[in-house]
């Protein structure tokens, strides 16, 4: 919701400090996500003083005026100067005081600089209203009273100036979804009066009665609790004046016309949805307009005001004539009830619908509205009459015409007022602060509720009707609490005599892998886990038995209408994101649940995971060292590391087809195997993947389950006597099929090598046709032996490697390459 601070302060003292103000507003649960400045557009715009004005020696229309802007322009000496400026008007003269546009305005026509004019210098612009924006005579200059200060910012001066906080207001706050709402929860914060926002505003009522135009049928009360009509003739439909555009444009709104705007208005300030229909159009040939609020008909049309035509549900109700729907109850009107500028008659409603059949309706015809995020979190019904009354009265002192006496009230289900007994030494104990008694009254009191004193420390709350979340006595110690100041609890620490806390096995896991992570220069992030049906797909990974997707019966939208089954997709749209904001280097990671359905269970199946994407490079390339961009063998290393904190026994990469992993890059993709367990996988994302994410490709990924890997992982390692003795080192090349995996190879040398092989390493690849024939490779290693109890003799290690080369032969058909 937006907040204009400059109507908010008509009804209550706002701190001038709105950084501290915003503090306040967060740490009383209403969350500021934004600080607006209107008026912003008159930067460098002051007001100033023709202080002189002569004749332009080369035009025959322009005169070259001398301005005095005051302490807005000065000189080396720190004095006020006079600005020079050429100005086409005729309609000011010496001593007038104008807006002044200096160098450096941004102005609708561009921005202002130094320039010559018919040859004379100009700094700056004497400005008319088409100049600033405005609507109006563009004839001259904006002639300004004689008391406007010199100097002062034009913005401030005529009240363009406006800070709009984007406020987050929670589902269960409906009473602050509305400039009085707000004004009250200020004067709460601070413990100051609030204004009422109606005052000053009279009903006037004619002799005619609404009763005898008007009838109202509710045809299902849980639908609709309270429905009310007025009626006011010979109105004037046209522009809103200045004062009533202003504010409802500075809530979020577009100005229309004065009727429209009115109820707009009325519905930021107080939070009641109004909807005014043309009475001619609705009223039958008798001159009676009968509505009935019903549910819709299966395969009824309505054209709402946005002129789609929309086929409804009987799920959906609607406001109604005998003869046909006109508006959708809560949501929206209809177009062939449409207040136009040949409207004369005005039928306001004011009412409150189902919550739940307005979200439902406005979600499925995917038409959110002012008026049914209000309704969705309930709207208050005992200030319907009072409402309407005001909304009347404004209609009539704004576009005059008549308010009929009487209004039409059908109020078949009415709410009993929610009475608490508050205990206030309960309060103090669960929420642990000394709360002063009489502060606790007050802030229930400043909140709108009455408070009854009853025998001890003991009172009789009553709720009021616009704060439905206030149901019970926790409520009530919630409410207190959260005014007088969470930070004012002091700290303590737990019982639990005897007792030593300590991590969980899972966490101290999930630990490591964090610490893990960012030792390996990868970021955490974290995506949402709501996600597109059509990931999967985008991403050619194959949807397993067992893997159907979790769908959500209330979907915010359409693209985040299942419970996601893997984490890559999120991360690779972190990707695209990055990518498209001029972020070529990429490192995240994430730890979240995945989702499936759970055959036979009303909660879904969830399993743990961490996933982790790379793209770009590490870092940039130098004069000395070129960029190396993110491969298979980066991924590959992350889960390296990984699997040497943890520990993880009998750790190996198994290579992965395209088949078996079509979202990955064929012959770049492997998964990680501890003690006979698939952990996860890593490989380069398919091009046509990363494509269909609008991502640049390569992409490195990885994705492993942790509930599998904890069961594998300890943090005790095996641990090695340092040989004493010099190790014999040897290479040996082998000549094999393509198709033997140096992974093969070397199994093979550990088993032949036994304890007398301290190590092996690849450190060669060659292919040659010519040399060494077609479908064949050499793969060159260097050998360690070594003993930990002598020095082993070279007679000893010719044996040993024999045997070795042997069996390797043996096993994968190689041979040894000279």
């Not at 602050?176 to 929860?185: D, N, T």
């Not at 994101?577 to 990429?586: D, F, L, M, P």
């Not at 269970?601 to 000395?624: D, F, I, S, T, Y």
């Not at 550990?750 to 060659?766: E, N």
């Amino acid at each position: 919701m937006k907040v204009s601070l400059k109507w908010l302060s008509a009804y209550v003292d706002v701190p001038a400090d709105t950084h501290t103000f915003c503090d306040k507003l967060d740490l009383t649960g209403t969350g500021v996500e934004g600080v607006d400045e209107s008026g912003a557009q008159f930067t460098h715009v002051v007001i100033g003083r023709i202080a002189g004005k002569a004749a332009h020696p080369n035009s025959d229309h322009m005169w070259i005026t001398q301005v005095d802007v005051g302490g807005a322009h000065v000189g080396p000496d720190g004095k006020p100067e006079l600005l020079q400026i050429v100005c086409g008007a005729q309609n000011f003269n010496e001593g007038d005081k104008v807006p002044v546009a200096m160098i450096g305005a941004e102005l609708p026509g561009g921005k202002i600089k130094k320039s010559k004019l018919r040859g004379e210098v100009s700094m700056g612009m004497n400005c008319g209203p088409e100049d600033l924006g405005f609507e109006g005579d563009n004839s001259g200059l904006i002639i300004l009273p004689e008391d406007a200060p010199v100097g002062m910012d034009y913005a401030r001066y005529a009240g363009l100036s406006d800070r709009i906080l984007d406020l987050e207001i929670t589902p269960n706050r409906p009473d602050c979804l509305s400039m009085e709402g707000m004004a009250r929860e200020v004067g709460a914060m601070y413990r100051i009066p609030v204004k009422d926002a109606t005052e000053g505003f009279d009903l006037v009522e004619g002799v005619d009665s609404a009763a005898d135009h008007v009838r109202v049928e509710i045809v299902d009360a849980g639908r609709c609790p309270r429905y009310t009509a007025r009626l006011i003739k010979n109105v004037k439909v046209g522009p809103s004046p200045a004062w009533l555009a202003e504010r409802v444009v500075a809530a979020g709104a577009r100005s229309i016309n004065n009727v429209v705007d009115i109820t707009n208005y009325v519905l930021f300030l107080l939070g009641q949805p109004l909807h005014s229909f043309d009475f001619d159009k609705v009223a039958g040939e008798d001159g009676i307009a009968r509505i009935v609020v019903r549910p819709a008909r299966d395969g009824e049309t309505l054209e709402t005001l946005d002129g789609e035509v929309r086929e409804l549900t009987d799920d959906m109700t609607v406001i109604a004539t005998p003869q046909r729907p006109i508006a959708l109850a809560g949501v929206m009107g209809g177009m062939d009830s449409e207040v136009d500028d040949a409207t004369t008659n005005i039928l306001l409603e004011a009412a409150t619908f189902s919550p739940s059949h307005t979200s439902r309706t406005s979600r499925n015809l995917g038409l959110i509205s002012e008026s049914s995020m209000r309704y969705e979190r309930k709207v208050d019904q005992m200030a319907i009459a009072r409402n309407a009354d005001f909304a009347a009265a404004l209609i009539a002192d704004v576009c005059g015409g008549e308010v009929c006496r009487g209004l039409v009230d059908v109020w078949p289900v009415r709410e009993e007022p929610v009475v608490n007994i508050y205990r206030h030494e309960r309060c103090c104990a669960m929420m642990g602060a000394p709360i002063p008694a009489k502060e606790a009254v007050d802030i229930l009191e400043r909140l709108g509720c009455t408070v009854e004193a009853l025998n001890g420390p003991e009172y009789r709350v009553t709720s009021p009707s616009f704060r439905p979340d206030l149901e019970r006595e926790i409520d009530l110690y919630e409410e207190v609490l959260r005014l007088y100041g969470m930070d004012k609890v002091p700290s303590t620490l737990p019982g639990g005599r005897g007792r030593i806390g300590h991590r969980t096995w899972s966490q101290q896991i999930l630990s490591k892998l964090h610490i893990t992570m960012r030792a390996s220069g990868v970021n955490e992030t974290q995506t949402y886990a709501f996600a597109n049906p059509h990931d999967q797909e985008q991403l050619r990974m194959p949807t397993g038995d067992g893997e159907e997707a979790v769908e959500l019966i209330n979907p915010i939208n359409a693209d985040q209408s299942v419970m996601r089954r893997s984490l890559i997709p999120g991360l690779v749209r972190s990707v695209a994101y990055n990518q498209n904001h001029g972020i070529a280097n990429i490192q995240l990671y994430e730890v979240g649940n995945v989702f499936a359905v759970h055959e036979g269970k009303k909660v879904p199946k969830q399993r743990e995971k961490l996933a982790c994407v790379l793209a770009g490079a590490m870092g940039e390339g130098g004069w000395n060292q070129a960029r190396q961009p993110f491969d298979f063998f980066d991924g590959k290393g992350v889960l390296e590391s990984i699997a040497r904190e943890l520990a993880l026994p009998k750790v190996r990469f198994k290579a992965l087809d395209a088949d078996a992993a079509p979202w990955l890059q064929p012959g770049r993709a492997a998964e990680l195997i501890s003690a006979g367990a698939v952990i996860g996988w890593v490989g380069e994302i398919h091009p046509l993947a990363v494509c269909a994410f609008d991502a640049q490709a390569p992409v490195v990924a990885f994705e492993i389950d942790l509930q599998t890997l904890e069961k594998r992982a300890r943090f005790e390692r095996e641990t090695y006597e340092i040989p004493e003795f010099p190790p014999v080192t040897m290479d040996v090349a082998f000549v094999v099929d393509e198709d033997v995996t140096a992974e093969r190879v070397m199994q093979v040398m550990g088993s032949a090598g036994g304890k007398l092989l301290g190590g092996a390493h690849l450190f060669d690849v060659y292919r040659d046709e010519e040399r060494l024939g077609a479908g064949k490779k050499s793969m060159a290693f260097a050998l360690r032996y070594q003993a930990l109890d002598r020095t082993l003799s070279g007679d000893e290690v010719e044996r040993v490697h024999a045997k070795l080369v042997q069996k390797v032969c043996k096993a994968t058909g190689a041979e040894v390459r000279s």
